[in-house]
């Protein structure tokens, strides 16, 4: 069971705009910056977007990101075959002795 | 460029302990947080732990606090995670990634260690 709350999956045809869930408390979300990662399959995650909705550069435009209260959600606009992956939400949790959280992550899949 | 060069698979008989090496490059060593993260078969991320170079400071998950050492060799731009008492569940591959001091955004990634526990 994640810290951080994701569906398992999401779907969305060639150009349309997809968002992804992303749900925790005050103790990760409500207080703490949000990031986001892709995975492609036998590959290391990338980062997509850190401190809640800012692209690392080479991030393109079409990958956003959003946050109120403790929920934030991914968006990706123009949706390509190629944006078929794995997407991770992560956050600092306060609770315990601190600790960086992982949603459980987010088939993405291009129909 | 960043790079992170992890060191290769491991196969570990259950209540062992593997280690795992990553030597970093193309940048200063001590201005970014070493973390570890774990990814079984078919499963999401686990963040274990992060060291900072700079001081040696370490934070741990509490899932794995009493399993997990992350040290850093600053002589060679090296970092080190070892997990003791392994059992089948930690048959996983294990990233190292770099957050900027002060940061947790996990800019660079190694390529993934796959270690194998099985008797």
């Known amino acids: 069971q994640s810290v951080l709350t994701q569906p398992p999956s999401a779907s969305g045809t060639p150009g349309q705009r997809v968002t992804i869930s992303c749900s925790g408390s005050?103790?990760?979300?409500?207080?703490?910056?949000v990031y986001w990662y892709q995975q492609f399959p036998g590959t290391a995650p990338k980062l997509l977007i850190y401190?809640?909705?800012q692209r690392p550069s080479g991030v393109p435009d079409r990958f956003s990101g959003s946050k109120s209260g403790t929920s934030a959600s991914l968006a990706i606009s123009g949706l390509r075959s190629d944006d078929e992956a794995d997407y991770y939400c992560a956050a600092w949790d306060d609770s315990l002795s601190g600790q960086l959280v992982f949603g459980g992550g987010t088939m993405l899949t291009v129909l | 460029e960043v790079q992170l060069l992890q060191s290769g698979a491991e196969v570990k008989r259950p209540g062992t302990t593997v280690k795992i090496s990553c030597k970093v490059s193309?940048?200063?060593?001590?201005?970014?947080?070493i973390n570890w993260v774990q990814q079984a078969p078919g499963k999401g991320l686990e963040w274990l732990g992060l060291l900072d170079p700079e001081d040696g400071a370490t934070i741990y998950a509490e899932r794995f606090q009493d399993r997990v050492t992350i040290i850093a060799d600053t002589s060679i731009d090296t970092a080190y995670m070892e997990l003791s008492s392994l059992r089948s569940e930690d048959t996983a591959v294990y990233y190292c990634?770099?957050?900027?001091?002060?940061?947790?955004?996990?800019?660079?990634w190694g390529h993934g260690t796959l270690v194998t526990v099985s008797s």
């Open positions: 193309g940048y200063s060593f001590s201005d970014y947080y």
């Open positions: 990634a770099l957050a900027r001091s002060g940061s947790y955004s996990l800019d660079y």
């Open positions: 005050r103790f990760n979300i409500g207080g703490n910056y």
């Open positions: 401190w809640d909705n």
